[in-house]
């Protein structure tokens, strides 16, 4: 079948059968998948890259961040920390309304950082998330000193 022409729901099972990857430790699978889906979303959006439904993203998120974790556990932190790093852009840019999706990338980075020694990173990315603004009653920076 053509780039294009799979239904949505095609592309929801292979979001699923990403997961299903990650779960069982074929991440270059998984990441193969994703980046099928994203060709996919692309060329329903008429070939444009880097224009996908927004609805696609809050999916391809945690993806990543498992991506992530499960590249971690392997000890192959650089893979992870790329996995980690393309989730914290997605949290800064097209989910940026929601806080909550960058405090969790940030919290994955640091720990990625960590492993690797990198304390200058983790300190950089924690001074950054203190900042965050949340919404609602008591400390703005509240989220982010819980999860720190």
Partial sequence: MPIGDKSLFHVDALIEDCTECIAIGK?????????????????????SPGRIPVDFIPGRFPAWLLLAEASGEQDLCDQALIH???A???ARGPLSDY??????????????????????????????????????EGSKYAQAQLHF
């Fill in 27 to 47: 991440n270059e699978d998984a990441l193969a998948m994703l980046n099928e889906v994203r060709e996919e979303l692309e060329a329903r959006e008429g070939n």
């Fill in 84 to 86: 980690a790093l393309e």
């Fill in 88 to 90: 914290n852009s997605m």
């Fill in 99 to 136: 806080p909550e999706f960058f405090i969790q990338s940030v919290f994955l980075l640091c720990r990625l950082y960590i492993v690797k020694g990198d304390l200058l990173s983790v300190r950089n990315h924690l001074s950054e998330a203190m900042k965050v603004p949340v919404s609602g």
